[in-house]
């Protein structure tokens, strides 16, 4: 099982105000990333870090930012939420070292978020 | 058009019929292909990946790869409720590339 966590699971807030999105990782994975997916549709990669202080932005566009001070903290922020921030978002790690093709992601249960 | 195709369903079946999901996709590089179940209000957790073209087994799932058709499946034999979730597929140029996903494809399965 995979030991990634995220919070808050459920979060309700209103337009304008500032998120943080808490994402931390038990096993030492070296790349993180985030996902946004709303119902019925793909999972998009809106950031991802390769390592400490290393982050680029995913496929999808988004105002959010992330940062990576740590291995095993891997936090987004929305600074000004709006009703089109309303989502899931998960974030996920892997082991390049560990596994050589980069295809085990693991995810965490996701954080779902309701801009008012 | 999108790069992977996926059936959103949902596909409904009685307890212990054999289930076959499916994807198709239209970039030629794509060489890792990936099968996620993902339970209501969770991640996504992997089931099997392959290499290539082929087939690989692990107990009750199949994974299949059909480069020539770009085309990939999933068949799960004595279907239980408990596989009863979304199945995503993904896939991926190298280790190097991020992956594509599908939308995925809600899967009943009734007792």
Same mark, same amino acid.
């Given at each position: 099982?995979?030991?990634? #966590?995220?919070?808050?699971?459920y979060?309700v807030?209103g337009t304008g105000k500032?998120i =943080?999105l808490?994402?931390?990782? @038990?096993m030492g994975?070296?790349?993180m990333?985030?996902?946004?997916q709303?119902?019925?549709m793909?999972?998009h990669l809106?950031?991802?870090s #390769?390592?400490?202080?290393?982050t680029?932005?995913?496929d999808?566009s988004s105002?959010s =930012?992330v940062?990576r001070i740590? @291995?095993e903290h ?11 921030h309303t989502?899931?978002y998960l974030c996920?790690?892997?082991d390049?070292k560990?596994d050589?093709s980069g295809?085990?992601?693991?995810f965490?249960?996701g954080?779902w978020?309701?801009?008012v | 058009?999108k790069?992977?195709e ?5 596909l409904s079946v009685p ?12 970039n ?5 292909f990936m099968?996620?179940?993902q339970?209501?209000r969770?991640?996504p957790?992997l ?8 087939n690989?087994?692990?107990?009750r799932?199949t994974?299949q790869v059909?480069k020539s058709?770009?085309y ?18 993904a896939?991926?140029?190298d280790?190097n590339?991020?992956?594509i996903?599908?939308?995925?494809t ?6």
């Amino acid at each position: 099982e995979a030991d990634i #966590y995220q919070t808050p699971r459920y979060l309700v807030i209103g337009t304008g105000k500032k998120i =943080t999105l808490e994402c931390s990782q @038990t096993m030492g994975h070296d790349k993180m990333y985030w996902y946004q997916q709303d119902p019925g549709m793909e999972l998009h990669l809106i950031h991802y870090s #390769y390592g400490v202080n290393s982050t680029e932005k995913g496929d999808l566009s988004s105002e959010s =930012t992330v940062s990576r001070i740590r @291995t095993e903290h891997f936090p987004l922020t929305l600074e000004s939420a709006r009703p089109s921030h309303t989502s899931q978002y998960l974030c996920a790690s892997s082991d390049s070292k560990k596994d050589i093709s980069g295809n085990t992601i693991y995810f965490g249960e996701g954080s779902w978020l309701t801009v008012v | 058009q999108k790069e992977v195709e996926q059936d959103p369903g949902p596909l409904s079946v009685p307890e212990g019929a054999i289930v076959s999901l499916n994807c198709t996709y239209s970039n030629s590089a794509f060489q890792y292909f990936m099968w996620y179940r993902q339970y209501s209000r969770k991640g996504p957790e992997l089931l099997m990946y392959t290499y290539s073209s082929g087939n690989k087994e692990d107990g009750r799932f199949t994974a299949q790869v059909d480069k020539s058709s770009k085309y990939i499946s999933l068949f799960i034999r004595d279907s239980q409720p408990s596989d009863s979730a979304t199945y995503l597929c993904a896939m991926r140029k190298d280790s190097n590339y991020q992956l594509i996903w599908g939308a995925g494809t809600k899967l009943i399965i009734k007792p």
